[in-house]
């Protein structure tokens, strides 16, 4: 089960560095716009290295508020920039030549402001569009304009689902999704206790055995499903485990005819599922609050018990599908675990998992 841990976790690092490559489904229509854009410059002009600016696509007051225009030319000026057919003029320099005719901070201009701002940034070509929503989709008009000219030198179109397309986006507007995709994490749940039980002593066959319990830390990797069935709520399954090494809990110390000391080990599963409520501080920081149940099993004797689980997360999101988090989780209950070693007796008091644990967790999105 670790090894496998170990694969998916370094396959998990691996697409943290690829994953804007595989765009979303709104994100790719949105590069075909941009291609064929660009397709039709090439053949109208040839390869002429123009440099490009790029504007805020309009749209009706409500979705300008939600920055789904900003949005749209963000996702766009990506495969612009790739393509490398354009110089694209630095969006701060879009801002300040805002700034300084006063125009509105949201980047959002009319067409004949737009071609003249682009002739001041230094611009042979500008990038202008405009949005509107019917029936549950966005409707994208671009175009390409000459800054001499004034002349549309190229022209596309493309339908945008609009869940689709604010899954994509919302990282650029600033808002939560209609509804999130479907997240595989893998976490490191880390607690310590300081295991105050009490030790035991045995005698057999001319030698002493003598059990002693003490503090120790347990960190226990595992996997986890996310998955957002409503804008604010939250679905949370995992499963941990120790691996067979386990977490070494008990000194055992042997006198007598076969003399040496020597450490118990436990291996320790958890099974987990959460439901938490969801919101934002910022476009890239979340917090989350819940609560659930947590199983927990053991290898000494096949012990087990359950608990309920209070949770609180922040996730910090890298990307639009990478979310880096630390959660804090509370155990309601918690059990002293035997070991069967002894038939007849009680057994060794192996350990008694604290009620605190803290969790650091990298998630990623489809």
């Known amino acids: 089960m670790v090894k496998l841990l170990n694969i998916t ?7 943290c560095f690829t994953g804007n490559v ?8 949105l590069s075909f716009l ?6 039709g410059y090439l053949q109208k002009l040839g390869a002429t290295k123009a440099p490009l600016a790029i504007f805020q696509f309009n749209c009706e007051k409500k979705l300008e508020e939600r920055r789904v225009g900003f949005a749209v030319s963000e996702l766009m000026s990506h495969r612009f920039v790739a393509d490398g057919t354009f110089t694209v003029v630095e969006r701060s320099e879009i801002g300040r ?4 005719q006063r125009l509105q901070a949201s980047g959002a201009v009319d067409n004949d402001t737009a071609v003249r701002l682009g002739g001041l940034a230094g611009a042979g070509v500008v990038l202008l569009g405009n949005i509107q929503k019917v029936s549950g989709e966005y409707q994208v008009n671009a175009r390409l304009v000459s800054v001499e000219t004034g002349e549309v030198l190229v022209s596309g179109y493309a339908e945008l689902e609009e869940r689709i397309f604010e899954t994509d986006a919302y990282v650029y507007m600033g808002t939560v999704p209609q509804a999130h995709p479907v997240g595989v ?3 490191y749940n880390y607690t310590n206790s300081k295991n105050k039980l009490s030790g035991r002593n045995y005698s057999s066959y001319g030698s002493n055995f003598r059990y002693d319990p003490h503090s120790f830390k347990s960190g226990i990797r595992g996997i986890g499903l996310r998955y957002d069935p409503f804008s604010r709520i939250q679905v ?4 941990m485990d120790t691996d067979q090494s386990g977490v070494q809990t008990v000194r055992e110390t042997v006198t007598g005819s076969f003399p040496r000391t020597s450490e118990i080990s436990t291996r320790i599963y958890m099974y987990r599922g959460m439901l938490a409520y969801r919101n934002h501080f910022s476009k890239n920081v979340k917090w989350l609050a819940g609560g659930g149940y ?28 990478i979310g880096l988090s630390v959660a804090a989780n509370y155990n309601l209950n918690r059990k002293v675990i035997s070991s069967m070693r002894w038939m007849g007796g009680d057994g060794v008091q192996l350990l008694k998992l604290n009620s605190f644990a803290l969790e650091p967790s990298l998630a990623i999105y489809f």
């Open 236 to 239: 949370d399954i995992a499963f």
């Open 185 to 187: 994490y893998f976490l």
């Open 34 to 39: 941009a291609d064929s854009l660009i397709k």
């Open 294 to 321: 947590s199983v927990y099993k053991f290898n000494a004797g096949h012990d087990s018990y359950g608990t309920p689980v209070v949770h609180a997360r922040l996730e910090y999101l890298l990307q639009r599908r």
């Open 9 to 15: 976790a370094f396959a998990a690092i691996l697409f």
């Open 22 to 29: 595989h765009a979303g489904p709104a994100s790719t229509k």
């Open 97 to 100: 030549l805002l700034q300084e």
